[in-house]
């Protein structure tokens, strides 16, 4: 963690507390939020998605909007209308719950490509366009999508050019039983993930922080060396056998930036080969398409990301 800035501490810390033995996922998300990337997020239910989604909101104070996404959502549902007034006789707009900074869009296979389709282009362009008019989005603006990974009857999957869109896919997994204890004290001592605004979680920053803490991340030095061996690693990924799809052009851009949110996050001006490996899996899981036949055999994807990294030799 950077030690030197009293702001990403404070937000770890304070996210540590309330997301109990979630350490790696804290960190992976900061990772995110100073890369400026949005993020899956998926995990079976109960297991702190959305409190964590808006815990962090709080903690920097910016405009949280929650969307639960269902098959009868419809894209004006997100985006927002021009509606008549009968009274003025004229269209006044009314933006839907899209224009915020951090939205959170609750079980996203869950509603069809035509509704999954309308975030696509404020996540990509920060801006909405209704009735041929473009829209700014906020500057921050920040999407977090969850999905359960058990239930797959009456879902939408994401085809594979959205999921390219999203920076990381993060996996929440139970905490250890330590952790799950804590929780439970936790509740005793009064903690209530429903009523987050009287649980003292006090702000640590401003969304205006951060966007300055993302100019910073872009000065990290990546040097000649770690960009080879980042491009090794992009290229072995398309050429692996029990891969249908590698990593993208995309791919290796968002490789680029958030090995510079990661070495910023531990305090560093600089990209060494672990910050490369460190965002490795929740950059690649939801990029790298399994051949058929490799699912058969059994193999997963976090163990073939694992292979390509042991494949390139490291930069001295």
């Known amino acids: 963690m950077n030690q030197t ?10 996210l540590n507390k309330v997301v109990v033995g979630q350490s790696t996922l804290v960190n992976q998300l900061l990772i ?8 899956i997020l998926e995990g079976v239910p109960g297991t702190g998605k959305t409190l964590l989604v808006k815990v962090m909101a709080q903690l920097i104070q910016a405009d949280f909007r929650r969307i639960q996404l ?8 997100i985006t927002g209308t021009n509606i008549f007034d009968l009274n003025t006789r004229s269209f006044s707009l009314k933006k839907g719950p899209i224009f915020t900074q951090i939205l959170l869009a609750d079980e996203i296979n869950r509603t069809p490509p035509k509704t999954q389709a309308a975030l696509l282009e404020g996540m990509e362009e920060l801006q909405v366009t209704l009735d041929g008019e473009s829209l700014p989005l906020p500057e921050l603006f920040w999407t977090i999508a969850t999905q359960n990974p058990l239930e797959f009857e009456g879902t939408y ?3 594979e050019a959205q999921l390219d869109r999203f920076l990381f896919k993060l ?4 905490p250890d039983e330590a952790s799950e204890k804590q929780m439970l004290l936790n509740r005793q001592a009064g903690f209530s993930a429903r009523r987050t605004d009287i649980a003292s979680i006090k702000p640590v920053a401003q969304v205006e922080e951060i966007i300055e803490l993302r100019k910073a991340v872009k000065q990290v030095k990546v040097t000649e060396a770690i960009i080879d061996y980042l491009l090794a690693l992009v290229r072995i990924s398309r050429q692996n056998p029990d891969l249908a799809l590698g990593a993208s052009p995309r791919a290796a851009n968002a490789w680029f930036v958030t090995s510079q949110a990661a070495a910023y996050l531990a305090g560093r001006d600089y990209v ?3 910050d490369v490996k460190a965002v490795a899996l929740p950059l690649l899981r939801h990029r790298l398409i399994l051949k058929p036949e490799a699912m058969l055999d059994g193999l997963e994807i976090d163990a073939l990301i694992a292979s390509i990294l042991n494949k390139v030799p490291v930069p001295r």
């Open 5 to 14: 800035n009293p702001v990403i501490n404070n937000l770890a810390q304070s």
């Open 32 to 39: 995110a939020l100073l890369a400026g990337g949005h993020i």
């Open 70 to 77: 269902t098959p009868d959502v419809l894209p004006s549902d």
């Open 157 to 159: 999957p994401l085809p």
């Open 171 to 174: 996996v929440v997994g139970y």
């Open 272 to 274: 060494t080969p672990d």
